[in-house]
């Protein structure tokens, strides 16, 4: 048989690689005493996952909009809610240090009430609905306790069975008024129909565990009874003396929390930090009567670092729901009441959980990317906007009124706040690529599939920043420029590229947006060399 060489090995190839991916914290990234250690892994900044039909694509938070909510405050922010009472009544209120303030416009704001207490506990709001139809709004405090009918100032319930202290978490159901009195396990009720009105006696205790309540929700038509160790469920039976409920025997739940400020609750879904009872904590969700843990691998070390560096503490802790292209997310805020100055790195970030993805994002709010993203809490939507909520302490002692809003038009892409324009600072860093192979390598080109605006590709989003790094996120490159301002036609200026990006066994690649347009990034295409060793 003649002699046949070998085949030539065939080593150029084009490769994509997702943008939209989960971050990815090790446990050694920890070790850094700041909050820089976040981007030493891979993950997305201020982009958020989402499936576009059998596509994972990252694309940008909604903004924070105060151009009709612009109201400033000075102090610490506690709470916030906007009540519609009716269609096209709507009040907005918003609770700083110890001054009640609402209004009827969310732009002019008065002092109505003042509270006797002013610390960092939040302030929390519920709906109230009585026999004959009569609405109104109930504000506490852990102290006091309030009853609203409009804007005006809110009648204190000064019965001397009111339960207080208590745990801020007010729950109404059929009639009743709950609040679960501070360490102890005891949830009283006030008299039916009337929330100034409250009778020795009429409580009920969780028994389950030896414990003290932390929270209260409201899970479809249950009350549900959050403690350090276990979870249990009531219902109202109509019990005629002491308290209407009645616990759902079989529906307890074995584990509770530690961190009540890490609630958020949304219609039959409740998720928090759970305390598991087994030396860990871990992130669960409530669904109706079932839980699951989330993939939260690196909250709890996360956590951990924050509390024992000092530069948080589980009182400061927030957390919220709120919606983007109709997906919920989960937010988590370390430092929502943190008045470090903005340009220091030593703020903790928002984390935001993608249900949909079962992916982690994580959201800053200035150009610069050190600062956390400010929301205190979410709650109910209005006619005017898709949530309101208030934008934390930004070092300067000022508190803005703001909406969360996903729009179109040269606006969509900005922070407004107060009077200043931020565009929002967006990132991805990928994971460690080695091709399936740790050969030498060459990268000749790299390019991205993005749009900018609604409906543009490119057009007049301006430049991409390209960093890699070759030695596992411990440094990046010098930056090289993607061009995207063009709008010009065409194959080559639609999907603009960069090539002689050098050699490489590993690596990861950071994309940096600094402009002020809404970005969909869905991929980069990479060709490299593979070698020969």
């Known amino acids: 048989m003649a002699y046949t060489p070998a085949p030539l090995k065939e ?48 694309i940008t938070r909604m903004y924070i909009d105060t151009a009709t909510q612009g109201s400033t405050f000075a102090g610490n922010v506690r709470g916030v809610y906007v009540w519609e009472k009716s269609v096209g009544t709507v009040y907005y209120f918003c609770v700083v240090d110890q001054d009640v ?12 009430n003042t509270l006797t207490t002013n610390a960092d506990t939040p302030v929390r709001f519920t709906e109230f609905l009585n026999d004959s139809n009569v609405k109104s709004l109930i504000m506490v405090d852990g102290v006091q306790g309030f009853v609203f009918t409009t804007n005006a100032a809110g009648t204190e319930i000064t019965d001397g069975d009111f339960p207080t202290p208590h745990v801020p978490f007010p729950i109404f159901l059929d009639g009743y008024l709950f609040l679960a009195k501070a360490n102890t396990g005891d949830i009283y009720n006030c008299d039916l129909n009337d929330p100034t009105a409250w009778t020795a006696g009429s409580f009920i205790s969780a028994e389950m565990y030896p414990e003290d309540i932390q929270a209260l929700a409201k899970v479809n038509n249950y009350l549900l009874a959050i403690g350090t160790q276990s979870c249990e469920y009531f219902y109202d039976a109509a019990v005629a003396t002491a308290s209407p409920l009645a616990r759902l025997d079989g529906a307890s739940l074995p584990f509770g929390t530690l961190i009540p400020n890490s609630i958020a609750v949304n219609k039959n879904t409740l998720t928090m930090v759970a305390n598991n009872n087994d030396g860990s904590a871990t992130l669960m969700t409530i669904e109706n009567q079932k839980y699951k843990d989330m993939d ?22 927030r957390a919220y729901y709120f919606r983007q292209r109709s997906e919920i997310f989960y937010g988590l805020c370390f ?47 209005t006619t005017a906007s898709f949530g309101t909520f208030v934008v934390g302490n930004l070092g300067t002692a000022s508190s803005y009124f703001g909406v969360l809003r996903e729009g179109t038009g040269a606006a969509y892409g900005y922070d407004t706040i107060g009077e200043f324009v931020y565009p929002i600072y967006q990132e991805f860093r990928t994971a460690n690529l080695d091709f399936d192979t740790l050969n030498v390598k060459s990268m000749n080109r790299l390019g991205i ?6 409906s543009d590709l490119q057009g007049a989003a301006g430049n991409i920043y390209i960093y890699w790094s070759d030695d596992d996120y411990k440094s990046w490159s010098t930056v090289r420029t993607l061009d995207a301002s063009t709008t010009a036609s065409g194959i080559n200026t639609y999907y603009p590229f960069i090539t002689q990006l050098g050699m490489f066994r590993r690596r990861a690649i950071k994309g940096v947006y600094k402009g002020a347009r809404f970005m969909r990034f869905r991929g980069l295409e990479i060709d490299i060399n593979k070698g020969q060793q």
């Open 11 to 58: 080593t150029y190839n084009t490769h994509r690689v997702a943008i939209a991916t989960d971050i990815m914290l090790r446990a050694n990234s920890l070790s850094n005493s700041n909050d820089e250690y976040i981007q030493q892994d891979a993950g997305l900044v201020n982009l958020i996952p989402i499936k576009e039909g059998k596509e994972l694509t990252a």
């Open 449 to 454: 599939e993005m749009e900018s605006g609604e």
């Open 101 to 112: 303030y609402t209004s009827t416009d969310g732009i002019t704001f008065a002092v109505v």
């Open 296 to 317: 939260s691998g690196f909250i709890v070390p996360m956590l951990n670092a924050r509390l024992s560096l000092g530069n948080i503490s589980v009182a400061g802790i």
């Open 335 to 381: 430092s929502a009441q943190d008045t470090t100055d903005l340009a220091s790195p030593t703020v903790s970030p928002t984390l935001v959980y993608s249900f949909s993805t079962d992916m982690w994002t994580e959201f800053r709010l200035n150009i610069d990317g050190t600062a956390s993203f400010p929301v205190a809490f979410s709650h109910s939507a």
